[in-house]
């Protein structure tokens, strides 16, 4: 029986390729003056308010006794995992971040620094993922969800180091994962995977569906699906 194929709309929305998305992006920035931070701003507050009803409709638990788990990775995927998490840790949800090290002294990105700020200065309790994940696995076993904040969709390969560990202790940890935009190590345009990857019980796309998500062999990745509007222009969509 053949599979059916990739819609090209999905509840109203155009259904986008990682290029088509990354090309949205850039000309929100040059021709209506939306920079990444602004963009990230509305990406994490959005992924926070489906995350904190989702869990709280789950577990029936207020938003104040939550206790959610972000992994985060180098990226803006990363960073839209901040934002998230301080506005769920503004909601009152205990919250735990573990940031995966940069790769050069330079650091992150600075709209990844600024809000890793913003993450602590709120109450955040942040730490950076190591070879030894005890920390990661007691956190995961206390919360009530996570988020995979780990990689989006400008990334490639096979997930490794860090990142590889970092989606096999979510997985192994069989607590509920609230994927940012796309699960990790899902390729956003085809929905096929590499062999390391998350298995999302929600995905919150960010501003438009990606193709990979609407496959239906990636619904076992996607899981639920709903989608972040991040006031893009009309003339973008």
Known sequence: MPKAPIPDIWEGRRVVTAAQMAELDRRAAEEFHMPTLELMERAGRGVAERARAWLCAKTGKPPERLTVTACCGRGNNGGDGLVAARHLRAGGASVHAFLIPPRTEGGYPEEVQRNLRRALESGVNVLQL????????????????????????????????????????????????????????????????????????????????????????????????????????????
């Open 130 to 237: 190591a070879e030894d994940a005890t920390e990661l696995d007691r956190c995961l076993a206390a919360s009530d969800g996570a988020l995979d904040a780990l990689l989006g969709t400008g990334s490639s390969g096979k997930p490794a180091g860090l990142i590889r560990l970092a989606i096999q202790r979510m997985m192994r940890s069989a607590k509920p994962l609230i994927a940012v935009d796309i699960p990790s190590g899902l390729q956003p345009d085809t929905g096929h995977h590499s062999g390391v990857f998350v298995c999302a019980a929600l995905t919150v796309a960010l501003g438009l569906p990606k193709r990979g998500l609407l496959a239906a062999h990636a619904q076992k990745n996607v899981g639920e699906l709903c989608v972040v509007d991040l006031g893009y222009p009309p003339q973008l969509l």
